[in-house]
């Protein structure tokens, strides 16, 4: 059993990289993803545990992109750890725009009568390199203003919410390319956040394998057994590795765990394999 899709305080999780890699472990995962936001710098800090616990970590980001539709888009990459690679020169810049978003966020929170201080939510994230909007929607409710982070998101942090400030994205096709030239695989993460029609999501996919990418989310902690299926049919009808993982965040995401999700994931070893046989050649 693998993982190929966590987050630590790194970015917006609320377990350290060590620990993600530890719950990986008790979970009897051979391997463990760390997918950091538009950052590989935990990547370091989880190598070093797994080496002392004997499990595999693979090294990846999760990058957001500018989507087809309304939905949100992202993309994991995967085997990728050196931050003067192609990729992490482009995350660079990604992160000082989130921190220049993360700003913005404050200023809007105050117009529209939810004054925060921006201390408080660097404080909560543990640094401002790992601030997102998890950490301003709990800060908000330790403030009184909402009563749950999912209130604070419906309300004023989610996409087209009043309070909503977006970030820098690329384009898919760019994410494909750096990685490419990193030496890693572009997977499209959880397909179905995407909002798209079957046929709409079926010419996506084409679009994206045209462009160089090496999987697709098929498994996928919140999705039904019935929409697994269907995602891994699509992905082998477009010559994708169809991958899995729990999108793990700690407390920001309760109900999903380190490799088996809600409950019933299983990732088998060998779409671990099949990604490898996508690297492109040194």
């Not at 085997?79 to 404050?106: I, K, T």
Request: net charge negative.
């Amino acid at each position: 059993m693998i993982d190929l899709h966590t987050h630590s305080t790194v970015s917006d999780g609320s377990d350290p990289p060590a620990r993600v890699v530890e719950l990986a472990a008790e979970a009897g995962c051979r391997a463990v993803a760390l997918t950091d936001h538009d950052s590989l710098a935990g990547l370091a800090a989880a190598e070093v545990r797994a080496g002392q616990l004997g499990i595999e970590l693979v090294p990846g980001c999760e990058v957001s992109v500018k989507p087809p539709a309304t939905g949100g888009m992202h993309v994991l990459v995967y085997f990728v750890d050196d931050p003067m690679s192609p990729l992490g020169v482009e995350l660079d810049r990604l992160r000082d725009d989130r921190a220049r978003r993360n700003r913005a966020l404050v200023i809007r929170l105050a117009d529209l009568g939810f004054p925060i201080a921006y201390e408080d939510v660097v404080a909560e994230a543990g640094s401002e390199a790992g601030v997102g909007r998890p950490h301003f929607a709990r800060v908000l409710v330790a403030s009184g203003a909402v009563s749950s982070v999912q209130e604070a998101f419906d309300r004023l942090l989610g996409n087209g919410a009043p309070a909503y400030v977006p970030k820098a994205r690329i384009e898919a096709p760019r994410v494909a390319e750096l990685a490419t030239a990193s030496g890693g695989v572009a997977v499209l993460a959880h397909p179905l956040s995407l909002g798209l029609a079957p046929d709409e999501l079926d010419a996506t996919v084409a679009g994206l394998a045209a462009a160089g990418f090496g999987g697709l989310e098929a498994v996928y902690s919140r999705y039904t057994p019935d929409e697994r299926r269907t995602l891994t049919a699509l992905a082998r009808n477009h010559g994708l590795v169809a991958t899995g993982g729990s999108d793990h965040h700690g407390t920001f995401k309760p109900d999903l765990t380190v490799g088996t999700g809600a409950g019933d994931l299983r990732v088998s070893d060998s779409v671990l394999d099949e990604l490898r046989e996508r690297r492109p050649a040194a």
